[in-house]
């Protein structure tokens, strides 16, 4: 692609996101981008057809058309129709992972109904005596003796079921978020919270009260407070996956850090892939500021291509050149959505344009993300690299953010129980 073409595709997304950010009207944003982008890519196809037929082999090259890959980010649910658990007190098979719920069911329900025999009890007879007391005029001494011996019966039965909901509650959700693991090792934060109708601070809060108490078994929350995990062997894989990646990471760094001292790279090539590793940077923080499941999947995607561009940059420092619309472009227009995106989900509220616009600009940034992957595939056909190398690494990192389910597969059924 000419930079010419470069340069007028990226001046015109840049133009359509600063408009619907400045407007806060994203609507027609993914179908502007979208209809954009079609165009661009058809001139771009006709013109390697082109030139492929100028050079006698035709558009597809010698070897065929590329295989598509297929999508390592997609989710893989559980089948919906198994059942692995059964939390039915009657049935349900002792569980290494899960603590048995009968005896906290069963002193749920006694303290409910001895708290409410002695609340209704006392607080009738309370009430009773009030009234006469009321109508007569007077509060005779025997009443206000009676009174006072029934008030802390009164007190006490409230707190009795008090204690015996919560206990009861507790159950439940327990074995609410049991259902929602279905079968497997993990399971979000955010899954669980919609299962049992609560917001994402509570039910962080309650799993971590339920594995201080046993109740899992072998429970652990990962390190950004996203998702549960319920066995030891899947905490182990995520420790391990967590670790890999962080070794690959400084592994990265010190190799830039070699290359850049030896002066194996030139000075302007330099410069731009450490304004890259700053672009890769905040969109890492973003991610981290940005709790939604399917939004932070598709920013952890754009993290990894981005990651692997900048690879090849330092690589061949020869393609810097070629690199510079998509950095003058494609990165600023996409952390400008982020950041307009972050800003959408800190209201306080939740109204239908801010979720419509929410769901237009991940619609977007799925729609730049797949495109620009194209484009740079297709402009660099001769050089194109193979990131599924990977990925058995991010999945297991997206695994916590409860992305995938297939990091912690290997080596196991997949199901707990």
């Given at each position: 692609?000419?930079?010419?073409?470069?340069?007028?595709?990226?001046?015109?997304?840049?133009?359509?996101?600063?408009?619907?950010?400045?407007?806060?009207?994203?609507?027609?944003?993914?179908?502007?981008?979208?209809?954009?982008?079609?165009?661009?890519?058809?001139?771009?196809?006709?013109?390697?057809?082109?030139?492929?037929?100028?050079?006698?082999?035709?558009?597809?090259?010698?070897?065929?058309?590329?295989?598509?890959?297929?999508?390592?980010?997609?989710?893989?649910?559980?089948?919906?129709?198994?059942?692995?658990?059964?939390?039915?007190?009657?049935?349900?098979?002792?569980?290494?992972?899960?603590?048995?719920?009968?005896?906290?069911?069963?002193?749920?329900?006694?303290?409910?109904?001895?708290?409410?025999?002695?609340?209704?009890?006392?607080?009738?007879?309370?009430?009773?005596?009030?009234?006469?007391?009321?109508?007569?005029?007077?509060?005779?001494?025997?009443?206000?003796?009676?009174?006072?011996?029934?008030?802390?019966?009164?007190?006490?039965?409230?707190f009795m079921v008090g204690k015996g909901a919560g206990l009861l509650?507790?159950?439940?959700?327990?074995?609410?978020?049991?259902?929602?693991?279905?079968?497997?090792?993990?399971?979000?934060?955010?899954?669980?919270?919609?299962?049992?109708?609560?917001?994402?601070?509570?039910?962080?809060?309650?799993?971590?009260?339920?594995?201080?108490?046993?109740?899992?078994?072998?429970?652990?929350?990962?390190?950004?407070?996203?998702?549960?995990?319920?066995?030891?062997?899947?905490?182990?894989?995520?420790?391990?996956?967590?670790?890999?990646?962080?070794?690959?990471?400084?592994?990265?760094?010190?190799?830039?850090?070699?290359?850049?001292?030896?002066?194996?790279?030139?000075?302007?090539?330099?410069?731009?892939?450490?304004?890259?590793?700053?672009?890769?940077?905040?969109?890492?923080?973003?991610?981290?500021?940005?709790?939604?499941?399917?939004?932070?999947?598709?920013?952890?995607?754009?993290?990894?291509?981005?990651?692997?561009?900048?690879?090849?940059?330092?690589?061949?420092?020869?393609?810097?050149?070629?690199?510079?619309?998509?950095?003058?472009?494609?990165?600023?227009?996409?952390?400008?959505?982020?950041?307009?995106?972050?800003?959408?989900?800190?209201?306080?509220?939740?109204?239908?344009?801010?979720?419509?616009?929410?769901?237009?600009?991940?619609?977007?940034?799925?729609?730049?993300?797949?495109?620009?992957?194209?484009?740079?595939?297709?402009?660099?056909?001769?050089?194109?690299?193979?990131?599924?190398?990977?990925?058995?690494?991010?999945?297991?990192?997206?695994?916590?953010?409860?992305?995938?389910?297939?990091?912690?597969?290997?080596?196991?059924?997949?199901?707990?129980?």
């Open positions: 692609m000419a930079h010419q073409d470069w340069s007028n595709l990226g001046n015109d997304i840049r133009n359509m996101v600063q408009s619907a950010i400045d407007s806060k009207d994203f609507q027609q944003l993914n179908q502007s981008i979208n209809r954009t982008i079609n165009d661009a890519m058809q001139n771009i196809n006709k013109g390697f057809q082109q030139a492929g037929k100028n050079m006698g082999m035709g558009s597809q090259g010698p070897k065929g058309p590329r295989p598509q890959p297929q999508n390592p980010w997609e989710r893989r649910r559980p089948d919906q129709n198994a059942s692995p658990f059964d939390v039915s007190t009657k049935t349900r098979k002792a569980s290494p992972y899960f603590a048995g719920t009968g005896a906290a069911s069963a002193a749920g329900i006694a303290l409910s109904v001895v708290g409410g025999i002695l609340t209704a009890g006392t607080g009738i007879a309370t009430l009773v005596l009030l009234l006469i007391s009321l109508f007569g005029g007077e509060m005779y001494l025997g009443f206000k003796i009676a009174i006072g011996i029934m008030l802390p019966f009164l007190v006490g039965g409230g509650g507790r159950v439940n959700r327990f074995r609410a978020y049991i259902r929602e693991l279905r079968g497997q090792p993990f399971c979000p934060i955010k899954s669980l919270a919609e299962e049992v109708g609560k917001s994402e601070s509570f039910v962080l809060k309650d799993v971590k009260d339920m594995i201080k108490r046993r109740m899992f078994i072998e429970g652990h929350v990962d390190a950004q407070n996203t998702c549960l995990i319920v066995t030891e062997d899947a905490y182990d894989q995520y420790l391990e996956a967590q670790h890999q990646l962080e070794d690959r990471r400084r592994q990265e760094e010190q190799r830039r850090q070699e290359q850049t001292a030896k002066g194996d790279i030139p000075q302007d090539t330099r410069k731009m892939i450490e304004e890259g590793q700053a672009y890769i940077r905040e969109i890492h923080e973003c991610n981290d500021a940005i709790p939604g499941e399917e939004i932070s999947e598709k920013i952890s995607k754009m993290e990894l291509i981005v990651r692997k561009i900048f690879a090849k940059v330092e690589n061949e420092p020869e393609l810097a050149a070629d690199m510079r619309k998509f950095m003058e472009y494609y990165l600023p227009t996409t952390v400008k959505l982020l950041h307009a995106y972050e800003e959408l989900d800190a209201q306080p509220i939740q109204g239908a344009n801010i979720v419509s616009s929410k769901k237009e600009i991940e619609d977007t940034l799925d729609t730049i993300n797949q495109a620009f992957e194209n484009l740079l595939d297709s402009f660099f056909q001769d050089t194109a690299w193979d990131i599924s190398s990977d990925i058995s690494v991010l999945q297991a990192m997206l695994a916590q953010e409860g992305l995938t389910n297939s990091a912690f597969d290997k080596g196991k059924s997949g199901k707990v129980g």
